[in-house]
């Protein structure tokens, strides 16, 4: 079992940055690697980011070079810092863990659990 929790969303113009930030408590092995989803309005969930344990990172096409994710392991906390939003990065944000190693991410693979999201709304 683990618990998620997600901060930091909010409203921002474009080209603003916005950080992220998820709480993790629960058993450590179903972290194995952790996450970040978006959905938006009428689209599926999509991978944005992940992290593995031994810290390489993945990230969608559609983020590499704007976004970072990172984690402190002391405070059990992953961050996604995101800069130069655009309108279409408008979405729930969920962090989320497996405890699986890390799939590429353009795989778009379902994690296990997932935290109760939180809205970054990007406007033009």
């Known amino acids: 079992q683990v618990r998620l929790v997600e901060s930091g969303g909010g409203s921002v113009q474009a080209g603003g940055s916005l950080r992220l930030s998820c709480v993790a408590s629960?058993?450590?092995?179903?972290?194995?690697?952790m996450g970040w989803f978006r959905q938006a309005p009428g689209k599926a969930r999509e991978a944005v980011a992940s992290i593995d344990t031994d810290g390489s990172t993945s990230y969608a096409d559609s983020v590499k070079g704007r976004f970072t994710i990172s984690k402190d392991n002391p405070k059990n906390t992953l961050y996604l810092q995101m800069n130069s939003l655009k309108p279409e990065d408008t979405g729930m944000y969920y962090c989320?863990?497996?405890?699986?190693?890390?799939?590429?991410?353009?795989?778009?693979?379902?994690?296990?659990?997932y935290g109760q999201g939180t809205q970054v709304t990007v406007s033009s």
């Open positions: 629960g058993d450590s092995y179903s972290r194995t690697c």
């Open positions: 989320a863990a497996d405890p699986r190693e890390c799939f590429p991410i353009k795989l778009n693979v379902p994690f296990i659990s």
